[in-house]
């Protein structure tokens, strides 16, 4: 019988995200989803330093979930949604085609442009 092994860190993240998540305002899941980007790109990054495939594995699959929940979470009566669809869709296949073909250079930027989305929007909630 296959046992696996439990990352500590993981199930901390895991509790930490589910807490979160429970009585967010829409504001609050995207910024968590914001913040799940930049994140998990850069334990990606890390990752692949230490050539840890399966945590670098994981972190783009999160990075990608967390794409995919605000790409399908954009109100599309917002006059900027296509914008934004085309934004996330971009930057989930550049972090689908690192898996493949891993590209520190470009998830650094994704990764700092969404850094920047982050906060400005959290800017923008503080005003």
Partial sequence: MLHRRHDPSEAYRRVDFDA???????RQLV????EHVVGSIGRALHAQERSDNSAKSAALTRAVS?????????DMANP?????????QSARNAILDCVTRF????????????TEIREAMLRSSAA
């Fill in 20 to 26: 979160r998540v429970r009585g967010a305002d829409s």
């Fill in 103 to 114: 590209d520190a250079t470009k998830l650094k930027i994704i990764r700092q442009d969404f």
């Fill in 31 to 34: 910024d968590l989803c914001l």
């Fill in 80 to 88: 900027t949604a296509p914008a934004l669809v085309q934004l996330y």
């Fill in 66 to 74: 967390a794409l995919t929940a605000l790409q399908m979470g954009v």
